[in-house]
């Protein structure tokens, strides 16, 4: 065999080997992770709140309003495999493009934040009108169950 069918026989066998297979859907990416903030009303899912999920399934929370110089919220729990694919399929249905939806200033009473990280893209988004986002109070109630938070 001459060598540049060598050279291209090899390249195709390194090219493929490196390639990731595909994840099966409702599966989150290797880096997925999140920050959620709400200003809500205290009793409810939006109730104010500070909420991270680390990639490798740490989850942080934090009770009360979220300030400028707030230190990030304390460790809780490492969510298992199913409870981070969950959490996944719950913050990838969240439309940050729904009209009203989106600010880009900073939070005020009643808002919150979003921050979201997969397949090597990061974005943040000011989420106005947070009491009418059915989505947003769906994760937020489910990661204060994860997170042991009763309400009050």
Excluded at 27 to 44: E, H, I, K, N, Q
């Amino acid at each position: 065999m001459d060598r540049p069918v060598r050279t291209l026989l090899v390249a195709l066998l390194v090219a493929g080997s490196c390639a990731a297979p595909p994840r099966p859907a409702g599966t989150p990416p290797p880096d997925f992770a999140l920050g959620l903030s709400v200003r809500g009303a205290a009793g409810t899912a939006l109730a104010p709140a500070w909420y991270i999920v680390e990639a490798d399934g740490t989850l942080r929370a934090g009770l009360g309003v979220r300030h400028e110089r707030t230190p990030a919220p304390g460790l809780v729990r490492v969510l298992r495999p199913d409870e981070r694919a969950e959490v996944w399929r719950l913050a990838a249905a969240i439309d940050a493009d729904a009209p009203g939806a989106v600010s880009a200033g900073a939070p005020g009473p009643g808002e919150g934040s979003f921050y979201l990280a997969r397949d090597g893209r990061r974005s943040t988004v000011v989420l106005d009108e947070i009491d009418a986002r059915p989505d947003v109070a769906r994760l937020a109630a489910r990661l204060a169950e994860l997170a042991w938070v009763s309400p009050p």
